[in-house]
Protein backbone atom coordinates (compact mmCIF):
# COMPACT_ATOMS: atom_id res chain seq x y z
CA UNK A 1 0.00 0.00 0.00
CA UNK A 2 1.40 3.51 -1.03
CA UNK A 3 0.36 7.01 -1.81
CA UNK A 4 2.35 9.78 -3.78
CA UNK A 5 1.57 13.51 -3.81
CA UNK A 6 3.83 16.42 -5.41
CA UNK A 7 4.47 19.38 -3.53
CA UNK A 8 5.02 23.25 -4.97
CA UNK A 9 5.64 25.64 -2.35
CA UNK A 10 6.11 25.37 1.79
CA UNK A 11 2.36 26.26 2.24
CA UNK A 12 1.91 22.70 1.15
CA UNK A 13 4.24 21.10 4.05
CA UNK A 14 0.79 20.71 6.51
CA UNK A 15 -0.79 19.16 3.61
CA UNK A 16 1.94 16.73 3.80
CA UNK A 17 1.64 16.26 7.31
CA UNK A 18 -2.28 15.88 6.86
CA UNK A 19 -1.52 13.03 4.00
CA UNK A 20 0.54 10.66 6.49
CA UNK A 21 -2.46 10.96 9.07
CA UNK A 22 -4.79 10.03 6.73
CA UNK A 23 -2.47 7.22 4.80
CA UNK A 24 -1.88 5.62 8.52
CA UNK A 25 -5.41 6.04 9.75
CA UNK A 26 -6.33 4.31 6.42
CA UNK A 27 -3.96 1.36 6.99
CA UNK A 28 -5.05 0.99 10.68
CA UNK A 29 -8.86 1.20 9.50
CA UNK A 30 -9.02 -0.73 6.12
CA UNK A 31 -6.09 -3.04 6.84
CA UNK A 32 -5.46 -3.56 10.16
CA UNK A 33 -1.85 -3.09 10.85
CA UNK A 34 -0.96 -1.21 14.27
CA UNK A 35 0.20 2.37 14.42
CA UNK A 36 0.95 3.60 17.36
CA UNK A 37 0.42 7.19 18.06
CA UNK A 38 4.33 7.41 18.94
CA UNK A 39 4.34 6.39 15.42
CA UNK A 40 1.59 8.46 13.90
CA UNK A 41 4.04 11.64 15.39
CA UNK A 42 7.22 10.49 13.97
CA UNK A 43 5.71 9.67 11.10
CA UNK A 44 4.29 13.03 10.43
CA UNK A 45 7.66 15.17 11.54
CA UNK A 46 9.61 13.38 9.44
CA UNK A 47 7.40 14.28 6.68
CA UNK A 48 7.44 17.74 8.06
CA UNK A 49 10.87 17.99 7.91
CA UNK A 50 11.93 16.13 4.65
CA UNK A 51 8.92 18.11 2.80
CA UNK A 52 10.32 21.42 4.48
CA UNK A 53 14.09 21.21 3.85
CA UNK A 54 13.19 20.11 0.20
CA UNK A 55 10.71 23.00 -0.24
CA UNK A 56 13.49 25.70 1.25
CA UNK A 57 16.71 23.96 -0.37
CA UNK A 58 15.49 22.32 -3.67
CA UNK A 59 14.16 24.35 -6.82
CA UNK A 60 10.93 23.01 -8.41
CA UNK A 61 8.61 20.96 -6.58
CA UNK A 62 9.58 17.72 -4.43
CA UNK A 63 7.74 14.59 -4.80
CA UNK A 64 6.57 12.53 -1.20
CA UNK A 65 5.56 8.56 -1.34
CA UNK A 66 4.55 6.95 1.83
CA UNK A 67 5.12 2.93 1.44
CA UNK A 68 3.96 0.13 3.94
CA UNK A 69 6.75 -2.24 4.12
CA UNK A 70 7.71 -5.39 6.49
CA UNK A 71 5.59 -3.49 9.30
CA UNK A 72 7.36 0.14 8.83
CA UNK A 73 6.48 2.60 6.50
CA UNK A 74 8.94 4.40 4.23
CA UNK A 75 8.67 8.43 3.84
CA UNK A 76 10.79 9.17 0.44
CA UNK A 77 10.89 12.78 -0.32
CA UNK A 78 12.28 13.83 -4.40
CA UNK A 79 13.83 16.90 -5.28
CA UNK A 80 15.40 18.49 -7.57
CA UNK A 81 18.92 19.64 -5.71
CA UNK A 82 21.35 17.41 -6.34
CA UNK A 83 23.84 18.38 -3.18
CA UNK A 84 23.28 15.81 -0.74
CA UNK A 85 22.67 16.74 2.41
CA UNK A 86 24.66 16.51 5.41
CA UNK A 87 24.17 16.10 9.34
CA UNK A 88 25.88 19.17 11.04
CA UNK A 89 27.69 18.94 14.97
CA UNK A 90 25.96 19.35 17.63
CA UNK A 91 25.62 22.81 18.66
CA UNK A 92 23.27 23.67 21.23
CA UNK A 93 23.87 27.81 20.06
CA UNK A 94 22.53 26.85 16.31
CA UNK A 95 19.14 27.70 15.94
CA UNK A 96 17.29 25.80 13.15
CA UNK A 97 19.47 23.52 10.71
CA UNK A 98 18.31 20.51 12.74
CA UNK A 99 16.01 18.90 10.52
CA UNK A 100 18.34 16.07 9.20
CA UNK A 101 19.59 15.30 13.14
CA UNK A 102 16.08 15.19 13.44
CA UNK A 103 14.86 12.90 11.17
CA UNK A 104 18.00 10.07 12.02
CA UNK A 105 16.75 10.37 15.67
CA UNK A 106 13.30 9.10 15.04
CA UNK A 107 13.84 6.88 12.03
CA UNK A 108 15.32 2.92 11.95
CA UNK A 109 16.90 4.07 8.74
CA UNK A 110 17.75 6.60 6.15
CA UNK A 111 19.15 6.79 3.26
CA UNK A 112 20.35 8.91 0.72
CA UNK A 113 20.90 8.71 -2.83
CA UNK A 114 21.60 11.49 -5.82
CA UNK A 115 19.49 10.82 -8.71
CA UNK A 116 19.87 11.79 -12.71
CA UNK A 117 17.86 15.05 -11.57
CA UNK A 118 18.02 15.35 -8.04
CA UNK A 119 18.41 13.75 -4.73
CA UNK A 120 15.58 10.99 -3.13
CA UNK A 121 16.02 10.72 0.60
CA UNK A 122 13.82 7.72 2.05
CA UNK A 123 13.18 7.35 5.62
CA UNK A 124 11.87 4.26 7.95
CA UNK A 125 9.75 4.65 10.44
CA UNK A 126 8.44 1.36 12.66
CA UNK A 127 4.64 1.20 12.76
CA UNK A 128 3.88 -0.51 16.26
CA UNK A 129 5.85 0.03 19.65
CA UNK A 130 8.55 -2.08 20.74
CA UNK A 131 9.31 -1.81 24.44
CA UNK A 132 12.86 -3.25 23.60
CA UNK A 133 14.00 -1.19 21.59
CA UNK A 134 14.22 3.03 21.49
CA UNK A 135 12.17 4.96 20.06
CA UNK A 136 13.21 5.04 16.27
CA UNK A 137 12.51 0.66 16.89
CA UNK A 138 15.83 0.15 16.77
CA UNK A 139 17.62 -2.29 19.45
CA UNK A 140 18.42 -0.80 23.05
Known amino acids: MSVSAAF ?8 ARDLARSFLTDVQAVHGLPVSERAMGLVQLVVSE ?7 YAPGPCLL ?18 VL ?3 RAADPDRVGQHGLEIVMAVS ?12 RIKATVVLADDPGGDAAGRLA
Open 8 to 15: EDSAEIAE
Open 50 to 56: LVTNARK
Open 65 to 82: TLEISDGAIEVTVWDSEP
Open 85 to 87: PTA
Open 108 to 119: RSIEVHREPVGK
